[in-house]
């Protein structure tokens, strides 16, 4: 048993990134659809210039976290598993990369990552970091799921009819 366990070990780190991810899209966005309005605000407040209008960031703040909250369940399910995974990775890139830029231009800012609270941390060196290694692991995530292929592997399977 043990044998097959270290065979499969990549299908269980995938199986791993995709839980972490999952769990990690879920938490994100449960405080964001309660508080739609508030997530915006904390969007603007990113002031990315040309880009994010504030219309634009009240449709974010709307429609985001119901994206984080499908991607989530798709990844833990199986469900559309490659188009998931790559999905995964450009929320990540783009959130590392807001919070660079943020921190870079000096803003003072909460992240909005998890709570969308105006009395949360500032963002820093340390978010920095923590969105970069969950880039680098999306990243892991999306070149093991299909250079292995393994989009097949422990999802949710649906019975095949009869005739």
Known sequence: ML???VKDWKKWLVLGLRIL???????ASTDKVIKPIDFAQMITNYRVPFFLTPEICRWIGIWLPYVE???????????????AVII???LMVIFTTLV???????LDISCGCFAVETDAP???????I??????CLSALLVWMTFKYNLADTFR???????K
Not at 21 to 27: K, V, Y
Not at 69 to 83: E, M, P
Not at 156 to 162: G, I, N, S, W
């Open 69 to 83: 909250i499908v991607v989530g369940v798709f990844l833990i399910l199986g469900i559309w598993l490659d188009a």
């Open 122 to 128: 500032s963002i820093g060196i340390g978010k920095i």
């Open 21 to 27: 991810f999952c769990i990690l899209l879920i938490t």
């Open 130 to 135: 923590e969105n970069i290694a969950f880039s």
């Open 100 to 106: 660079t830029q943020a921190y870079a231009r000096g």
């Open 3 to 5: 044998q097959n366990i």
């Open 156 to 162: 949710l399977r649906f019975p095949k009819k009869v």
């Open 88 to 90: 995964n990775l450009v």
